[in-house]
């Protein structure tokens, strides 16, 4: 049933020494910020933000266009030192770009670039202007390391940068409490997840040290995986993808990401939609050898991919905050990710990750656009008719809306397409049914989206809407671009039985396999039939019903009763987490302060203290201050040391 | 006939005196001459074990005591008329200035 992943191709290196400077030029752009962005001023913190990460992508699509138009398989690496090496364990700074890892730093450095341009005219009043551009150039330099590393250890490093990225920029505007804490529960919630990466790396560790390896390279983990004991590989891919779901907001860690909108909008862009959450995606592809020899692993990554698709969906149907849909449909997209995972298709995972990279990205800016140009109203029920004002902001807007939705023709469509297809051909007909019903509803909250804010009448304060304006050139033009690749990007990826002959997955097949559908052509004609009218109906029924304004939430709420008011409120997982975890956690810590801090750390500390006080006390007695009495101390010590001596001297001669 | 033990026993009693006097007089001169009497006592000890050894070390380590007593006494004496100038007694025991 399956469809077996062919092998992977033998790599074939070539060595560089140019792809240090992809993640080392962001970082030198942190110390320019940090050391002269405030005395510079905006102009030259802007320029050299952005011109920082032009240099990466330069680089990035140097080695892009070498991996490409060289054999099949080739790998460039650069070497740069060894790191670390302690008894058989060996970790090297080496960064290495393959077919896979390529897509990954054009995407990131590619969007990256667009978004950074944005963020110039979005930021434009913001006082920490360096601060927020030392914090964003940091960022992608800690995601290059994570995509260019070629070991887990140093992909560790850029795993954690990234996310200390991610607080910093959620938390930017730290002197509003509500902000800040949801930049510490994002770091929180990644913590755990963190763990559980660790934790796989040292089983992976501790199982390939007993086959005589004493690296933990991607090249050298995908290739031994097959021998490893079966529970080390078991083990080894779950824990790992704990790590994934932190990072990448699956169930159960998603709830991060929801809250994470509280950052500046162009970071939500960049960092929750179109980078740093895929690093799961990416990390479970770059280990694809080691996912299958766990098949339970991969099933488990199917199954919460899958419902993580289905259940944000839902919830993505009833939020009225512009940036909370979005959230939710990143959540809910990266699960379709994690699902074509799930089903071997790692090709089209990362297919998806790219034109998501693109559309969601977009569609971020553009809210972010409309928020700007509205002047911070993020509640769509108080928006519409925008259309009027913003006329490219909307022009592109729709476009990602009918790219995600899943349209004939743009990209969401060959990606999700693809997914849908590898699981209903690798027989998981409940995955894939999963991901046609969140197709659809997809379709239909992001059509609701699209029209309560873009059409009808303007249903908020008058004064907004009369200094509503079209956002700069630099804000537009991104748009334009990324619009621009949410159409076309898809058409990498043509499937075969539409004329193509999906040259994106080929290009992939040496870093993760090639994975064969083996359907009829009729079949997939079919399915592609199927999700395709499931997006259409989901856009249909959002027009009609919202084309009446937000009041159409009411027929959903009398349809759906209670159901309705639990997806409004997101299933209330945070209550149930804070009634399962947090308050546990805490009623335990409060009766540990008050047993073993309180009576047996400080009884510790303190009976120590006391001890020494009363013995002090006692002591001091003896320190009168008149030297007669000293005298008679001297004198008597003296005395009883020659009468010791004296007696034992007699003792020994008696003896 | 009296020999090396009367000496060093009449030296033990003088170094008694001394030391008593030493911790019970209250006044600072007192306590001053009786150290120098047992300074003088731990003399008579080493000239009586000279003797009796026939070694001129003993003798010689008297010479060393006679001239640090010296010093001592000038020392001394300056400290107790400086005391009495601060302090108008020169009771030992209104004078316990090493507590605070």
Redesign the interface.
Known sequence: MHAAATEVTASLPIAVSYLRYIPLAPLVGVLFHVALGYRLGRRAVGLVACAAVAVSFALAAKAFLTVLGSAAGTVVTDNVYQWLSSGEFTANVTFSVDALSSVMIMVVTGVGFLIHLYSIGYMAHEEDYARFFAYLNLFTAAMLVLVLADNLPLMFVGWEGVGLCSYLLIGFWYTDPEKASAGKKAFLVNRIGDAGFVLGAFTIFWALVDLGQGSLTFATINARAAELPAWASLAGALLLFVGATGKSAQIPLYVWLPDAMAGPTPVSALIHAATMVTAGVYMVARLHGLFEAAPAALQVVGIVGAATALLAATIGIAQTDIKKVLAYSTVSQLGYMFLALGVGAYGAGIFHVMTHAFFKALLFLGAGSVIHGLHDEQDIRRMGGVAQKMPITHATFALGVLAIAGVPGLSGFFSKDEILASAYAGGHFGLWICGVLGASITAFYMTRLYVLTFRGKFRGDHHKWDHAHESPIQMTLPLMVLAALAVVGGYVGVPEVLGGNNAFAEYLAPSVGHHQLGLAAGTELMLMGISVAAALTGIGLAWVMYSKGPDADLILKNKLGGLYQQMREAYNIDAVYDALVVQPLMRASDALWHSVDVRVIDGVANGTAAAVNSAGEGWRRW??????HY??TV?VGVAALILALTLSSLIGVAG | MIGTVHYLALSAVLFSIG?VG???RRNVII?FMSIELMLNAANLAFVAGSNSLGSMNGQSIVFFVMTVAAAEAAVGLAVILALFRNRQTVA??E?????W
């Open positions: 320190s009168t201050g008149n030297v007669q005298m008679l004198l | 030391a030493a911790v019970v306590i030992a025991d004078i316990a200035l090493l507590k």
